[in-house]
């Protein structure tokens, strides 16, 4: 069965403190693990796709990095703007489903 | 908007009601997908349905019940509920059910 957990549960950063949250995964055969963020009230919006250890991809003050057992999200000098929960979910060969993390709240303050 | 639309956004029924949720997509996926969020868990996956036939039930209690009558549309049929069956109910789409999903802004349920 596939597994996710991600740590803090909860992170409090000043603004421009640059952090990572974490996400370890156990899949059968990885075929894509997918970071999302979900603002209170509203569904989780896409933020990454990562598929093989070794891949990065960036967007504004984001980056996430894939190994073979877990991923990071790198948080560069975050703002108020970027509080928000950050989801990690994996999809593996045996499953047509994504399965999710508790996700990490993240709070920025000014 | 996301491009997935979910109605009604908040809804308030009692154990003896009967409601419906609505999810539409027309961004062209061919997968969609019912989640519930409960607060300190993980997103559950409720149901899977690709090219308009169910493909996965995730031993989701009977008083759930899907409809989806065309790639576009999705419905959750509600009755008998209990009061832990409170939460935020996703509705995503993909274009594949190996792509990633875009979500719907959910519709907050409460059961009294």
């Known amino acids: 069965e596939d597994q996710v957990t991600q740590s803090p549960e909860a992170l409090r950063l000043q603004e421009g403190e640059s952090s990572s949250l974490n996400c370890s995964y156990t899949?059968?055969?990885?075929?894509?693990l997918f970071w999302y963020r979900q603002d209170p009230g509203k569904g989780p919006e896409f933020l990454f796709t990562?598929?093989?250890a070794g891949e990065e991809k960036e967007k504004e003050r984001l980056k996430a990095t894939l190994t073979k057992k877990e991923s990071f999200l790198h948080i560069t000098a975050p703002k108020p703007e970027d509080s928000a929960t950050y989801l990690c979910a994996v999809k593996s060969g045996a499953n047509s489903k994504l399965t999710f993390g508790k996700g990490i709240t993240l709070s920025v303050r000014p | 908007e996301t491009g997935v639309t979910q109605t009604p956004r908040h809804l308030v029924m009692g154990m003896t009601n009967k409601k419906s949720l609505k999810c539409e997509q027309h961004?062209?996926?061919?997968?969609m997908y019912w989640y519930k969020q409960s607060a300190k868990k993980p997103l559950e996956l409720m149901f899977v349905y690709s090219l308009e036939e169910r493909v996965e039930n995730n031993s989701v209690p009977s008083r759930f019940s899907p409809e989806c009558p065309n790639s576009s549309h999705l419905f959750l049929h509600l009755h008998t509920l209990q009061p832990e069956d409170s939460a935020l109910y996703l509705c995503?789409?993909?274009?594949?059910?190996?792509?990633?999903?875009?979500f719907g802004s959910g519709t907050r349920l409460t059961v009294v």
């Open positions: 995503a789409s993909s274009l594949r059910t190996d792509h990633g999903y875009t």
């Open positions: 990562l598929y093989s």
């Open positions: 961004l062209g996926h061919n997968a």
């Open positions: 899949v059968s055969g990885l075929r894509g």
